[in-house]
């Protein structure tokens, strides 16, 4: 099993996961031919400023706050769909946005547990929970193009009562102005 949960339901400093994945980024980016141009890393900036998911709306919002004009929709759809196709970043389809992915570069499943306080998500491959898939789509004749599953509930600060509103909006603070 790999997991990133012992660090997305932690407060830390969210710009060493930032630079960890815009590293990450920038090497899959060159390996495979890819340009990684400014819009696209500052979308992927944004979207790991927190282990929150991100809704496009939001990274627009964000964007055209920290820009002297609006951004327009389109542009941000296109940097999604570019960091999506890479393996850079995942949809939540559940809430309509979007994560970084901990395991760029690497063949792995996407579960994902959401804290319902929080909103905090951790995502983990499970091998188990992969060949059962894989069985029961073999037994009914189903080709798998991509699968996902999101798992809602408490993280462990939020069964212990650690983070308090007051946390959250700080945390959230902190990272938006380390992406300003």
Not at 33 to 55: C, F, K, M, N, Y
Not at 66 to 74: D, E, G, H, L, T
Not at 137 to 150: L, P, T, Y
Request: aromatic content about 4%; proline content about 4%.
């Amino acid at each position: 099993m790999i997991t990133n949960s012992k660090v997305a339901y932690r407060q830390h400093d969210h710009l060493r996961c930032q630079n960890a994945a815009l590293h990450q980024a920038q090497a899959l980016c060159a390996r495979d031919g890819a340009r990684l141009t400014p819009i696209r890393e500052t979308v992927l900036r944004l979207i790991w400023q927190s282990h929150r998911p991100l809704g496009a709306y939001d990274i627009i919002e964000q964007l055209s706050e920290s820009s002297a004009k609006r951004v327009m929709p389109p542009t941000v759809y296109r940097a999604l769909d570019f960091l999506l196709t890479q393996g850079l970043i995942h949809r939540l389809a559940t809430l309509n946005a979007y994560i970084g992915c901990p395991f760029p570069g690497s063949a792995h499943s996407n579960v994902f547990m959401v804290c319902r306080v929080c909103g905090s998500a951790a995502e983990c491959s499970v091998d188990a929970i992969n060949k059962a898939i894989v069985a029961a789509a073999s037994r009914s004749g189903f080709v798998i193009e991509s699968q996902s599953i999101e798992v809602s509930g408490l993280c462990p600060a939020c069964q212990d009562g650690e983070l308090s509103s007051d946390d959250l909006l700080q945390d959230a603070g902190a990272t938006q102005d380390s992406v300003s």
